[in-house]
């Protein structure tokens, strides 16, 4: 009997043994291949079937993870996450005998090469994320094959050509991640299809043609974001129908046949973001948007705006940021608005009026405009300031001839004994500050909306900054979301010579990490010109803590030179964390080249001038007949003989 419940219990232990779950071994070979390709064996050591039970990769919080589906006793692999850990090389062919993958997450690696077009075989695949990657090429047709996508992302990469229209074919997809994957051209009409979406992030590509009216047919849409392309406006009235949207970013839009208004907003009550920077929008600002409940960032900056403030906005009860700045708007500001408000850029409009004293809590920006801050430092230099305005005629009785700073940071001097002044005063999402010696000032506009580590607008560093002697200069920075700009005040007329001083201090340039693959890019004017588009400090430099020195020459005729360093919504987003993009400044020095002669001086000067220039010219005209004189003399007296000698008898 002992012998027999022996073999028994042998027997239901073979049976057990011999009924686990196994993956199929074409799989688990393709599955270490891929592992080993990766050098991923120190984080993912496969002594086990990649599918037992209980697995610590196996969780949705694993890095690596590797999850099955089983049916009876076979296993497949359906999840592979590898997230953020610096794999590098190309996708191996292997990958493609995992048949039936259902989510791949490859974000946030460093792979290159091209995004294969066997990816089209994993026909099973619901959610695709090869995002923050280097891979170049095209993308491939092939991936119209995965028809039961749901998530698709390739942004932040280094890809070219055109949106193949097969995406078209995508038509359960509910999320489109294709910002800064470095794709132009038209989209295609195909995309029309694709009315299940919920989120599209587009911005930061060479997009071309008009902004596509068959957005208006997604109207599952939550969060739509298109910045920084070359797309034309007008925004489509048919954007109406848009009424599940949530967070709207629309920017930089090039000039098309027609402005765009904001008719299109009227039933958009759902949005808490809307962002429409610069995109040649007429007309007025919409009354109807204080009933909006959960409106909290409004920005309708750089368009064409006109009217009033409207009077409803002190009713919102949930904005916290508005940004109206360089528009045409008029009439006195409101000063019942402010109650809830964070911060308030209401910069470069004819607005007139006063800042109440009881919004010392409000951060706000009202240069260009003749509005009256009472709660303002430096009057002095408020008052410096309206000579932004080019209808002021200004002088200064003790001109200054040059500025420094060191660009949030303290007073620093240079090997040459330049002294930068200290700029390390904190600014908010809409502020202007000027300095004590009243030579300069700086503002700034925007806010990162989502940083997580809250609002900062100085970025430094403790590394070492190299390609100059003046390290310490480089370690800090302002940064800023839109806007940034430094004004010199009372400045002598003239020719000026302005360096910028660079070094990009958030971005690395390390090969070996996803860090490294950041584009901050942005533009510089000065005196309202533009000197930089699409400026790369670590392309330039060379790499990231890297000093480098932009010059320019700016002529100064009413007294104020005006540096202003905008975000034109290109370059990633949010790479090495969110809300890293905008323009960066290290320091500034504007010196004097030479002086000219202020023609506002009065008119008498003008008219002594002119009296000056007669009597030069009556002077000269008696000379001229004086010489023509005895020019004639002279020649009288040649005519005649002249004896030398008495005649002889």
Same mark, same amino acid.
């Given at each position: 009997?002992?012998?027999?419940s022996?073999?028994?219990?042998?027997?239901?232990?073979?049976?057990?043994?011999?009924?686990?779950?196994?993956?199929?071994?074409?799989?688990?070979?393709?599955?270490?291949?891929?592992?080993?390709?990766?050098?991923?064996?120190?984080?993912?050591?496969?002594?086990?079937?990649?599918?037992?039970?209980?697995?610590?990769?196996?969780?949705?919080?694993?890095?690596p993870?590797?999850d099955c589906?089983?049916?009876?006793?076979?296993?497949?692999?359906?999840?592979?996450?590898?997230?953020?850990? @610096?794999?590098?090389?190309?996708?191996?062919?292997?990958?493609?005998?995992?048949?039936?993958?259902?989510?791949?997450?490859?974000?946030?690696?460093?792979?290159?090469?091209?995004?294969?077009?066997?990816?089209?075989?994993?026909?099973?695949?619901?959610?695709?994320?090869?995002?923050?990657?280097?891979?170049?090429?095209?993308?491939?047709?092939?991936?119209?094959?995965?028809?039961?996508l749901?998530?698709l992302?390739?942004?932040?990469?280094?890809?070219?050509?055109?949106?193949?229209?097969?995406?078209?074919?995508?038509?359960?997809?509910?999320?489109l991640?294709?910002?800064?994957?470095?794709?132009?051209?038209?989209?295609?009409?195909?995309?029309?299809?694709?009315?299940?979406?919920?989120i599209?992030?587009?911005?930061?590509?060479?997009?071309?043609?008009?902004?596509?009216?068959?957005?208006?047919?997604?109207?599952?849409?939550?969060?739509?974001?298109?910045?920084?392309?070359?797309?034309?406006?007008?925004? /489509?009235?048919?954007?109406s129908?848009?009424?599940?949207?949530?967070?709207?970013?629309?920017?930089?839009?090039?000039?098309?046949?027609?402005?765009?208004?904001?008719?299109?907003?009227?039933?958009?009550?759902?949005?808490?973001?809307?962002?429409?920077?610069?995109?040649?929008?007429?007309?007025?600002?919409?009354?109807?948007?204080?009933?909006f409940?959960?409106?909290?960032?409004l920005?309708?900056?750089?368009?064409?705006?006109?009217?009033?403030?409207?009077?409803? *906005?002190?009713?919102?009860?949930?904005?916290?940021?508005?940004?109206?700045g360089?528009?045409?708007?008029?009439?006195?500001?409101?000063?019942?608005?402010?109650?809830?408000?964070?911060?308030?850029?209401?910069?470069?409009?004819?607005?007139?009026?006063?800042?109440?004293?009881?919004?010392?809590?409000?951060?706000?920006?009202?240069?260009?405009?003749?509005? %009256?801050?009472?709660?303002?430092?430096?009057?002095?230099?408020?008052?410096?300031?309206q000579?932004?305005?080019? %209808?002021?005629?200004?002088?200064?009785?003790? /001109?200054?001839?040059?500025?420094?700073?060191?660009?949030?940071?303290p007073?620093?001097?240079?090997?040459?004994?330049?002294?930068?002044?200290?700029?390390?005063?904190?600014?908010?999402a809409?502020?202007?500050?000027?300095?004590?010696?009243?030579?300069?000032?700086?503002?700034?506009?925007?806010?990162?909306?989502?940083?997580?580590?809250?609002?900062?607008?100085?970025?430094?560093?403790?590394?070492?900054?190299?390609?100059?002697?003046?390290?310490?200069?480089?370690?800090?920075?302002?940064?800023?979301?839109?806007?940034?700009?430094?004004?010199?005040?009372?400045?002598?007329?003239?020719?000026?010579?302005?360096?910028?001083?660079?070094?990009?201090?958030?971005?690395?340039?390390?090969?070996?990490?996803?860090?490294?693959?950041?584009?901050?890019?942005?533009?510089?004017?000065?005196?309202?010109?533009?000197?930089?588009?699409?400026?790369?400090? #670590?392309?330039?430099?060379g790499?990231?803590?890297?000093?480098?020195?932009?010059?320019? @020459?700016?002529?100064?005729?009413?007294?104020?030179?005006?540096?202003?360093?905008?975000?034109?919504?290109?370059?990633?987003?949010?790479?090495?964390?969110?809300?890293?993009?905008?323009?960066? #400044?290290?320091?500034?020095?504007?010196?004097?080249?030479?002086?000219?002669?202020?023609?506002?001086?009065g008119?008498?000067?003008?008219?002594?001038?002119?009296?000056?220039?007669? *009597?030069?010219?009556?002077?000269?005209?008696?000379?001229?007949?004086?010489?023509?004189?005895?020019?004639?003399?002279?020649?009288?007296?040649?005519?005649?003989?002249?004896?030398?000698?008495?005649?002889?008898?």
């Amino acid at each position: 009997m002992a012998f027999l419940s022996f073999s028994f219990t042998v027997f239901w232990v073979f049976q057990i043994v011999s009924a686990q779950r196994k993956t199929v071994p074409t799989e688990v070979d393709a599955i270490n291949k891929i592992i080993d390709h990766w050098n991923l064996r120190s984080k993912l050591n496969l002594s086990d079937d990649p599918c037992v039970e209980n697995a610590n990769w196996a969780p949705d919080s694993a890095n690596p993870r590797i999850d099955c589906d089983c049916v009876g006793t076979v296993c497949h692999i359906t999840h592979l996450k590898i997230y953020a850990l @610096d794999i590098s090389g190309e996708i191996p062919q292997e990958l493609f005998l995992l048949t039936e993958l259902m989510d791949l997450n490859l974000n946030q690696n460093v792979l290159n090469g091209s995004i294969p077009t066997e990816i089209g075989q994993l026909s099973k695949m619901e959610y695709l994320a090869l995002g923050i990657n280097n891979f170049t090429g095209s993308v491939p047709a092939a991936l119209g094959n995965l028809t039961r996508l749901r998530s698709l992302s390739f942004g932040s990469n280094n890809l070219q050509g055109t949106l193949p229209r097969e995406l078209g074919n995508l038509t359960l997809l509910d999320q489109l991640y294709i910002d800064s994957s470095g794709l132009s051209g038209p989209i295609p009409q195909e995309l029309s299809n694709l009315t299940s979406l919920q989120i599209i992030w587009m911005s930061d590509n060479g997009f071309t043609g008009k902004l596509p009216e068959f957005l208006a047919t997604f109207t599952e849409l939550k969060d739509l974001r298109v910045e920084g392309t070359n797309l034309e406006g007008p925004i /489509p009235n048919s954007f109406s129908a848009l009424t599940k949207l949530e967070n709207l970013r629309i920017g930089d839009l090039s000039i098309g046949e027609s402005d765009s208004s904001l008719d299109f907003l009227e039933n958009l009550t759902s949005l808490s973001i809307l962002s429409l920077r610069n995109c040649q929008i007429r007309g007025l600002v919409p009354q109807r948007l204080s009933t909006f409940p959960n409106l909290t960032f409004l920005d309708l900056s750089f368009n064409k705006l006109t009217g009033q403030i409207p009077a409803s *906005f002190k009713e919102f009860s949930s904005l916290k940021y508005l940004y109206l700045g360089s528009n045409n708007i008029n009439g006195v500001l409101p000063s019942d608005i402010g109650s809830k408000l964070i911060a308030l850029d209401v910069s470069f409009n004819p607005l007139t009026g006063n800042i109440p004293l009881d919004w010392s809590h409000v951060s706000i920006n009202t240069v260009g405009t003749s509005i %009256n801050d009472v709660n303002l430092k430096n009057q002095k230099a408020s008052t410096m300031l309206q000579c932004l305005d080019q %209808n002021t005629n200004c002088r200064n009785k003790a /001109p200054s001839t040059s500025f420094a700073v060191n660009s949030g940071g303290p007073e620093q001097a240079d090997t040459n004994g330049a002294v930068y002044d200290d700029d390390s005063e904190k600014l908010g999402a809409a502020s202007l500050y000027t300095s004590s010696s009243n030579k300069w000032a700086v503002s700034s506009s925007g806010v990162f909306i989502s940083n997580i580590n809250g609002p900062i607008y100085i970025a430094q560093t403790d590394s070492q900054i190299t390609n100059t002697l003046d390290s310490e200069l480089y370690k800090t920075a302002r940064i800023a979301p839109a806007s940034l700009r430094y004004y010199g005040l009372g400045m002598e007329n003239g020719v000026y010579r302005v360096e910028l001083h660079f070094a990009e201090v958030v971005m690395d340039d390390d090969p070996a990490s996803w860090k490294s693959l950041g584009r901050r890019l942005f533009d510089v004017y000065i005196q309202g010109e533009r000197v930089l588009q699409d400026f790369n400090i #670590v392309k330039e430099a060379g790499g990231s803590k890297r000093a480098l020195i932009k010059t320019f @020459d700016a002529n100064v005729t009413n007294t104020l030179i005006d540096i202003h360093l905008m975000w034109a919504g290109k370059g990633t987003c949010c790479i090495p964390q969110q809300s890293t993009f905008g323009p960066l #400044v290290s320091a500034i020095d504007v010196s004097q080249v030479s002086s000219y002669e202020d023609s506002s001086k009065g008119e008498g000067k003008r008219v002594g001038r002119i009296v000056g220039i007669v *009597f030069g010219c009556v002077g000269g005209l008696v000379i001229a007949c004086g010489v023509a004189y005895l020019w004639w003399t002279k020649k009288e007296s040649g005519d005649k003989k002249i004896y030398t000698q008495a005649p002889k008898d």
